[in-house]
């Protein structure tokens, strides 16, 4: 089932809904990868499941893994990309329940390091030429 309202749900069919944050770069096996449009941490992206489901308790155990397997995979290849000190990674939902995951690389000498990341921080913005090299990196590594 799609939610009309969900930028993850109508990805393809009303891209308005993504284009307000995100760019979407590529399927994985059972989600979605998605380019943060805010860049304030290098290589920010979102792994946002297949189906509208809101928590991990409404996958199965193989579901579940799968997702587990996309994110750690999209993270893989963040980390070869961009060589981040460390990934965090938040679930959140609270407005939008489309079960997805924040990957978040931070820099020991970049912004926030030490501390939570801003949800959307609205400091730094690409062009289309450097979001596009940001994606092809991220490919390069799946």
């Not at 995100?22 to 304030?40: A, M, P, R, T, W």
């Not at 489309?98 to 390091?113: A, I, Q, R, S, T």
Request: hydrophobic residues 35%.
């Amino acid at each position: 089932m799609k939610d009309k309202n969900c930028a993850y749900c109508m990805r393809g069919e009303n891209d308005e809904l993504l284009d307000k944050f995100g760019i979407y770069i590529c399927d994985l096996n059972v989600s979605s990868l998605i380019l943060f449009k805010e860049q304030s941490h290098k290589g920010r992206c979102v792994v946002a499941y297949k189906d509208h489901v809101s928590e991990l308790v409404n996958l199965s155990k193989e579901e579940r893994n799968a997702f587990f397997a996309d994110v750690a995979r999209a993270a893989k290849a963040i980390h070869a990309a961009f060589k981040p000190d460390k990934v965090n990674y938040g679930a959140y939902g609270d407005t939008g329940c489309h079960l997805h995951m924040h990957l978040v690389p931070k820099y020991k000498d970049g912004f926030e390091w030490g501390g939570v990341f801003a949800m959307s921080p609205n400091k730094t913005f690409l062009s289309q030429e450097e979001y596009a090299e940001v994606i092809k990196k991220i490919k390069d590594n799946l």
